[in-house]
């Protein structure tokens, strides 16, 4: 762990600047399903060090054994050029001396340069909690800080439901925070814990945190803020902290944390350089710029990492953060993007896209295809044609703006354009109960195994070939026997994978007789297309969005027919 050993500096080219500290690796994998291992904790190290976060909270060394591990690793194995590591722990025991305690001893062991504590700041939590009394929890406070800054760390002190704590006793939070501040800590972070706290509240009462301090002559410790978002307000309140003095602002990565999540880290430091007066990134204007356009891709790869894809509706990062839909919107786009956009997608490494839909109107269609890299010379009646298939198709169920392969298809077809990689001659698909000896087929199923088979017979290549795929269902057969049946030809098809399949009955008080949309996502390892298909059972819309999904994977691959 080779980092700068001092309070990490934070170059503004003249912009106030306010520190970015990173809590994913530590409360966001206390988010309902993420966990990281090791590896994965020193890769989204080694990626946020890269985007340039002041601080990276690497966990609980001492209690979490993973935690101890990452931090004898990273030692080794990390090399940090922007960003300092912090260990996370809590104060000293009641009644036990800070130098004796095994926990503060651990923090110090982990070697990393910035120990962050937790304290109460909340009279009830110092009473119910920690059964013990005010006075002791100052004494806690005073002793753990202490040791730690004689020790040589960096330390700060989150101060565990500060804003709940203010409205029973409006002074105990402050007098915690001047025990930290007269102890030696750099830096005090207000927390909304229970994540309730209104914007205008945050602000009063970090602005009072910011006087106490200077009013005891600690104008040297920063103010931090910790919000979580259980009232939807995570970032609204970080913000208005900021405003009323904070310096320093935490969160995770795509809001992962407890409950509702953390204030989302990308977020905040999106709105800080694009929306305010100050810097939240290290460098001049243009080493800023570079690192702000790696937020969409440090969200994907986090979300990657911890395997839970972050939400195409985030705000900057999501894949949809950008997406129009509405014909009207399109017009105005036509025109000038920036007329139905906040900012520019691309300053945060993100791009526009169109959907295309029933609303779409020429406008939305021709954006579509320019973004598909697809001339359609301005041809007003070509446009017109593919506006009224769209919707005329999506009112028999198709979602163009949910499958943007199916829609290439659509409009190359109208060009005359589409190549024919293969032509099908029929397909079948069949699923089979296969009773163990011995034992009786019940009606309703049971545990019984099942076989599933299709055939497909195509014309590729000037041959014609039947083949019989198995697979785990009928689907999957399906999608077996129609690559191995293309392989010979276009072995470029090895490559595509399915990663997404979505049914949805469209119609459903017709019971079994109800329509059925199928949208599948086809991967080749490094672009992604998605398909659509529709019919009256599942496996008659898969085969239509399977078959379209391959023939847009070719023509991406950039192969013709053979």
């Not at 295309?356 to 021709?366: D, K, L």
Request: glycine share 10%; aromatic share 4%.
């Amino acid at each position: 762990m080779r980092a700068a050993t001092t309070p990490a500096a934070r170059p503004s080219a003249g912009a106030p600047t306010v520190s970015v500290y990173d809590t994913t690796l530590r409360d966001g994998a206390q988010q309902q399903s993420v966990s990281f291992t090791v590896a994965d904790k020193l890769a989204v190290a080694r990626l946020l060090d890269g985007l340039g976060v002041a601080y990276i909270e690497g966990g609980w060394p001492g209690a979490v054994p993973k935690d101890t591990e990452f931090f004898a690793r990273a030692r080794d194995e990390l090399d940090l050029t922007a960003s300092r590591l912090a260990a996370f722990g809590s104060t000293c025991r009641v009644g036990a001396a800070a130098e004796h305690d095994e926990q503060v001893r651990a923090l110090i062991d982990s070697g990393a340069p910035v120990v962050t504590i937790v304290a109460k700041s909340d009279p009830l939590h110092v009473e119910r909690a920690l059964r013990t009394t005010a006075a002791e929890n100052l004494r806690m406070v005073r002793d753990t800080v202490g040791l730690l800054v004689a020790a040589g760390r960096e330390t700060m002190v989150d101060l565990e439901h500060f804003f709940d704590g203010l409205s029973r006793d409006p002074r105990y939070g402050i007098e915690v925070a001047l025990a930290a501040a007269r102890a030696g800590a750099g830096a005090v972070v207000a927390c909304d814990t229970n994540g309730g706290t209104l914007p205008g509240a945050v602000a009063a009462a970090v602005a009072r945190l910011r006087r106490a301090l200077d009013e005891a002559g600690r104008p040297e410790c920063v103010v931090g803020i910790h919000t979580h978002d259980d009232a939807g307000l995570a970032v609204a309140g970080a913000l208005a902290a900021v405003e009323a003095g904070a310096r320093q602002v935490q969160g995770c990565v795509n809001g992962f944390g407890e409950r509702t999540g953390n204030a989302n880290i990308l977020t905040l430091i999106a709105d800080l350089e694009l929306k305010t007066g100050w810097s939240a990134l290290p460098g001049d204007g243009p080493e800023r710029a570079r690192r702000l356009a790696e937020l969409s891709a440090v969200s994907r790869t986090v979300g990657e990492i911890a395997d839970r894809a972050p939400s195409g509706r985030l705000p900057y990062v999501g894949t949809r953060a950008f997406a129009h839909k509405a014909g009207l919107h399109a017009s105005a786009i036509r025109v000038d993007p920036d007329l139905y956009q906040h900012v520019d997608p691309a300053r945060v490494g993100n791009t526009m896209t169109m959907l295309v839909s029933e609303m779409a109107g020429r406008a939305s269609i021709e954006l579509k295809a320019r973004e598909l890299g697809i001339d359609t010379g301005g041809d007003a009646a070509l446009l017109a044609r593919v506006t009224e298939a769209v919707k005329a198709r999506e009112a028999l169920g198709y979602a163009y703006d949910a499958a943007d392969g199916s829609f290439e298809l659509l409009l190359r077809a109208a060009l005359g354009e589409l190549p024919e990689y293969f032509r099908v001659e029929s397909w079948r698909a069949s699923i089979q109960a296969r009773p163990l000896p011995g034992e009786r087929l019940l009606p309703l199923g049971g545990d019984t195994p099942t076989d599933s088979e299709a055939t497909v017979r195509l014309w590729v290549g000037g041959r014609r070939r039947a083949v019989l795929g198995e697979g785990n269902g009928p689907v999957n057969a399906l999608d077996h026997a129609l690559c191995e049946a293309l392989a010979q030809t276009y072995p470029e098809i090895r490559a595509f994978e399915l990663t997404d399949f979505k049914v949805r009955i469209l119609d459903a008080e017709r019971g079994t007789r109800s329509i059925v949309r199928v949208l599948i996502e086809i991967t080749d390892g490094e672009r992604s297309w998605s398909t659509v298909g529709v019919g009256t059972d599942i496996i008659e819309a898969s085969w239509e969005a399977l078959t379209d999904g391959h023939v847009v994977g070719l023509i991406k691959a950039g192969v013709a027919p053979r």
